[in-house]
């Protein structure tokens, strides 16, 4: 599998990162070149291997269904850039 | 006292608790040290009124005969960990100018006990990197230079700015992280000690996350001793972190000087890899002398599945860090660059806040993860993982500790490797099989190179058995004999 500009193109759409045109053939070869070194992974065996998703097998703890903390609409809010009067401000989504 | 940043954490602890230095005293001297070695920007923010204010406190616990494990003791904290009131970016032009409204756990465990913070550490961007080069501030210059020559060699990265102020004596410790080999890599490259614990040892609370399977925190040390006080503190359960594990922490220090008589030390065979320096496996060859000396019995195992642990990495860790990294949005913190809709406002933001390599593993985790590709690619590779973590438990049926080299080389220098990543991935060759399987790795200084650079050796452990890593580190320590520091040429 090889991935050509459009494809960069289309997951740089998803990952929301803007992309010029003229970045898209180096990305595109970085990618191809991670990719073909990946593939090795093929040829290994994992017929009836569970996938493993966390690092230490662990039962998780179950906690008391309670409210600890709140009430930090301040600080929450505090580093939001263009942010204005304790809320978070974006650009007009609905017209 | 003469010269009070020669003590080691464990001796300026007890210099503290003698009366013989004050907390102030202590801390204005590495004050001094910080601000002579700001040309190899291992701090990215001094905090220089902080520490003496905290030092101050410290003075007056001392003198009522009161204070933690660490009191007084100036440490720095890797630009990594959440700091409350104090700028935190990860080395990221996408968090500029971000202030914490709290604590990480880790730190403030460091805190509770009494230590000093005297500022904010380099590393690579979000720790992606092995050589400290990618981050926004700059790259980190290792105090350590090849003999008879001037060139800047990297420190190793991620940790790059903690293994460089502990290397030139510009704190007592640093914290660090590790997800692929970010503390153990750095700690080689620099002459000092690094452990990276079992994943779920510290919480991962208030640190700015990259792949959340992978990533630990520990220290950077001087020695084995400072490494085991420091672990002590960093180390706890945080219900704040659903994979943070309740168990006791064992006072480390205790393991330091036991017998290694009957321990069981492993040789991965597939660790000789092809291309390996000769000098590199001549120390792994030392190593191995050093602990059958020590009363150690010596076995080759097998972990069949090391060639793919690098590959099973760069899907694994990409994908998580695609998936973390999609909370810089430009509107809750750090940078914001104005577009004409919210979408264009969003990838603006992330075009200018992330840099070359952030983006390529942010582009890749997002390939592998997306519709039609994810049973190929991050699928196999959780598979493949569970296959590496196997073939550790069918090691440790056999033996106690494993022993390899901790880096493929001695640090390289500042642009050598930075045109090509996957030369660069190679760096954590023997580093990231651990993390993928979730166990304890400690990297010690075990010589100089024919360069005159530092060489590490790396212990595996079992899961929470940090103290036969102490153990053993110990005794390598011990043969190893005293190392030199690096001359001090950045303050001529």
């Known amino acids: ?95 | 006292m003469s010269d009070p940043i020669k003590l080691s954490l464990a001796e300026a602890r007890d210099a503290l608790k003698a009366k013989k230095i004050s907390a102030v005293e202590l801390t204005q001297a590495y004050v001094d040290e910080v601000e002579a070695g700001a040309g190899l920007n291992a701090y990215v923010l001094p905090t220089a009124e902080h520490a003496l204010n905290m030092a101050k406190a410290s003075d007056a616990k001392l003198a009522r005969g009161e204070g933690g494990a660490l009191e007084g003791l100036p440490l720095g904290v890797k630009d990594l960990f959440c700091t409350e009131g104090v700028r935190t970016t990860a080395c990221s032009h996408i968090l500029v100018g971000f202030v914490p409204p709290y604590e990480s756990h880790v730190t403030s465990n460091l805190w509770r006990d009494g230590a000093v913070m005297l500022g904010k550490l380099n590393n690579d961007e979000f720790a992606m990197g092995s050589s400290n080069e990618t981050s926004y501030y700059g790259s980190v210059i290792n105090p350590w230079r090849r003999a008879g020559d001037t060139t800047p060699l990297v420190p190793g990265g991620s940790s790059g700015g903690s293994s460089a102020a502990v290397a030139a004596r510009m704190c007592l410790a640093a914290t660090a992280t590790d997800t692929g080999g970010s503390i153990r890599q750095p700690a080689a490259f620099t002459g000092t000690v690094g452990i990276k614990p079992t994943y779920g040892r510290c919480s991962r609370w208030g640190i700015v996350a990259f792949a959340s399977s992978l990533d630990q925190a520990g220290p950077i040390t001087r020695d084995v001793r400072d490494a085991a006080i420091m672990l002590g503190s960093m180390a706890g359960y945080d219900p704040q972190d659903a994979t943070s594990v309740d168990r006791p922490v064992p006072d480390y220090e205790l393991a330091l000087g036991q017998s290694l008589k009957g321990l069981s030390v492993g040789i991965p065979k597939e660790y000789r890899v092809d291309g390996m320096s000769s000098e590199i496996d001549a120390l792994w060859d030392k190593g191995i002398e050093w602990l059958k000396a020590a009363g150690a019995v010596i076995k080759e195992v097998s972990l069949p599945h090391t060639k793919y642990a690098l590959p099973t990495y760069y899907i694994v860790a990409p994908a998580e860090c695609s998936s973390n990294l999609a909370r810089y949005d430009g509107v809750r913190y750090g940078l914001r660059v104005e577009g004409s809709d919210i979408t264009d406002m969003y990838e603006k933001t992330r075009a200018e806040g992330f840099g070359d390599e952030v983006r390529r593993r942010v582009l890749m985790g997002t390939y592998v993860l997306s519709a039609g590709y994810y049973d190929a690619y991050y699928l196999k590779a959780q598979k493949v993982r569970s296959l590496i973590a196997h073939d550790f438990i069918k090691a440790f049926a056999d033996v106690d500790v494993l022993l390899t080299p901790t880096a493929p080389s001695a640090a390289f220098g500042i642009g050598e490797n930075s045109d090509d990543p996957l030369a660069m991935y190679l760096n954590d060759v023997f580093t990231v099989t651990v993390n993928l399987a979730g166990l304890p790795g400690i990297s010690v200084p075990a010589g100089l190179s024919s360069q005159g650079l530092p060489l590490g050796l790396q212990l595996i452990g079992r899961t929470f058995d940090e103290e036969t890593l102490f153990k053993a580190a110990y005794a390598i320590e011990e043969a190893a004999g005293v190392q030199p520091a690096p001359a001090a040429w950045w303050k001529a």
């Not at chain 1, 459009?6 to 970045?23: F, G, K, P, S, W």
């Not at chain 1, 097998?57 to 204005?84: I, Y």
Request: cysteine-free; glycine content about 8%; hydrophobic content about 40%.
């Open chain 1, 1 to 95: 599998m090889s991935v050509d500009q459009n494809t960069v193109r289309h997951i740089a759409r998803l990952a929301r990162i803007a992309v010029r045109d003229d970045e898209l053939e180096a990305l595109a070869n970085e990618l191809n070149g991670i990719l073909s070194w990946v593939e090795q992974l093929g040829e290994v065996d994992t017929d009836g291997v569970e996938p493993m998703t966390g690092a230490v097998e662990m039962v998780m703890k179950w906690r008391e269904d309670k409210v600890t903390t709140g009430n930090l609409q301040k600080e929450v809010t505090a580093n939001a850039p263009g942010g204005d009067d304790g809320f978070f401000v974006v650009p007009k989504v609905v017209e």
